[in-house]
């Protein structure tokens, strides 16, 4: 589900926020409420410190208003370090269904979950952490980076079938308007490999609530 051309480490962040949100609901509630995401239902996303505001179209004419909360969090020097655990969200929306979160919040979950895959600097705004320890990682990843790759740093290959899974689960992307982004190298095979052990864990969670 996460974006194409999101680097790597947007796309495991994103994978971790879904997996963070299926934990919160049953799967059917998840799957409506992705549904919703992908049909274009969430007409806006506000992401301020410490909360996200979204407009979600439902059945009445008149979208409802989530407000997706997270309590505040110092950065680490990883951006990842920001997602947070079940107990660090809170759900409200003006809908009438009782259940936190409901559809609209998972739609608009799903859709800020996306919108930080593109741009993780938004995780820390959400998150209001103070930015100044991730400075050049406010977008993981990516080519202003100041640090470059250690080639002696541990890695781990994906063989041909793990290649396949991936890009399996990676193509069952949602449509968003992406912001216009220059034209991006294909994402490499080759992943950290304490990135691809949280990569794999947070897939086999996420894919028990999408079967």
């Known amino acids: ?14 994978t971790m926020l879904d997996v963070m949100l299926a934990g919160l609901c049953d799967p059917p509630r998840f799957r409506r409420g992705r ?23 439902g059945s009445r004419a008149k979208p409802y208003t989530v407000t997706i909360r997270a309590t505040q969090q110092d950065a680490g020097d990883r951006l990842a370090t920001l997602v947070p655990g079940r107990d660090e969200v809170n759900f409200d929306c003006d809908c009438p269904d009782w259940d936190s979160p409901c559809k609209h919040g998972v739609a608009a979950m799903v859709f800020l979950s996306e919108r930080i895959a593109y741009d993780p600097s938004l995780l820390a705004t959400w998150r209001d952490a103070d930015q100044s ?20 740093a541990p890695q781990h290959h994906l063989d041909a079938n793990e290649r396949d899974a991936l890009d399996a689960f990676l193509g069952t992307h949602i449509t968003f308007r992406a912001p216009p982004f220059a034209a991006m190298e294909p994402p490499s ?6 990135w691809s052990f949280m990569l794999n864990d947070a897939l ?6 999408l079967r």
Do not use: F, K
């Open 189 to 194: 095979t080759t992943w950290d490999e304490p």
């Open 204 to 209: 086999t969670v996420l894919s028990r609530h």
């Open 1 to 14: 589900m996460t974006a194409p051309g999101a680097d790597r480490e947007g796309r495991l962040i994103s």
């Open 133 to 152: 320890p991730v400075g050049a990682r406010a977008r993981v990843g990516s080519r202003s980076s100041a640090t470059p790759p250690d080639p002696q």
């Open 35 to 57: 549904d919703y995401a992908r049909q274009g239902a969430v007409l806006d996303l506000v992401v301020t410190p410490g909360r996200a505001t979204a407009q979600v179209q």
